[in-house]
């Protein structure tokens, strides 16, 4: 009997038709059953593992469990209910929670087209595999993704609260094989979901400078020795590209356009077990693709840095980071990079204030996701209070850490 999985629109027999097709079989799932993943997992999607029995012999070789990936803004729209509660500008608050409704047709659309580009992203990458997915449409506003469940290599502890060097480097060695997968395949180029996806978070971004300053100063309300800088707010605005996209490189840069992951942190990094069932620092892929587009190579790396690293290690070890990156894309490459550190360095620095830009107004929604664990709390608010000093020690011509306290 068709059965709707989880209150959502998807049924048993679509999802058994579908792997069907995709799976090149007929055999017949005899029985099924499914969970809601933890919240800490998909605050714009409902993420459903299904477990999987098939009619006969044959489904021993057939996937024993899928993830569901069902977009919602619900987790989210919880989040700034808090903030509406203790936010002085409430109106402001109320009107970004009600925009996330409509973004989420584009960022689903997004993650789609990328689990979907030739040759097939899994093959390559560290990704899990798309079984099969719909997007939204006009006419049609129920999309879903049906992927690979790496549940048997991924371990079920709790996501780090900041990145070991190790486990630094190990995503820094997935961003050189995305690069390298980015800069020997042409094809992802004239994908228009991407590039329009590029323009949107550009132009989302330019016109969030008032949002910014406010996140700043609440920012500043738990850490007052950054209250300083709240009325240099508009000057990171600055190192914003005004007319293009701004995440692509700047031209005097003179470095190749790649495929972005754009939202790269600890979140939507799978962790390999250890052999007690631990997160190890050995990346089993990287999720959430739904703010992919076109980018600079230094992007996630300063997105990375920025939201997942101690100021210590970002600052202590940035050019090992930078340098084992670059090491490792002309190994996937074969042949020396199209840039040299130098320019890598530069591009990083820039990448680094924009992605800084980005990142103030979401902290206040982490500080206020923290509310009741002080530790977790604390260590929020040293990694902002380091990132945002480094913002404009750079923004003054100055190195990173040459503002610290």
Known sequence: MEQAIENTYVTSSLLESGLQKVLNTKCLISKWSSKILSPERGYLSMIIRIELEWSSSEGSSLPQSVILKVPTTSKLEAVFEQLNTESTNREQQTETSHNFAPNLTFIHNTECAFYQLQPAPHDFLKVPRLFFAKHIAEEDPNGYLVMEDLSQIVADGHVPQALSLDAIFEVADFLAALHAYSLTNSGWQQDSVLMFNGRRLSDRIRGNGEKVRNGLTNIAEHLPILQKYVDRTHDLYTCLDPDGIIWLPREEDNLPIVICHGDIWMNNILWKKDKEGQPSDHVAAIIDWQGSHHGAVTEDLATLLI??????????????????????????????????????????????????????ADYQVYITMCDGDDTKKQIILSRCQGFVEDAFAILDGKEFGSYSH
Not at 323 to 334: D, F, N, S, T, V
Not at 337 to 359: A, E, G, H, I, T
């Open 307 to 360: 939201g997942s690293v101690s100021t210590e290690i970002r600052r202590n070890h940035l050019q090992d980071i930078l340098e084992h990156y670059y090491q490792r894309l002309q190994e996937k490459l074969g042949t020396p990079p199209p840039f040299d550190m130098n320019k890598l360095y530069q591009s990083f620095r820039y990448s680094y204030q924009r992605s800084v830009f980005r990142s103030i």
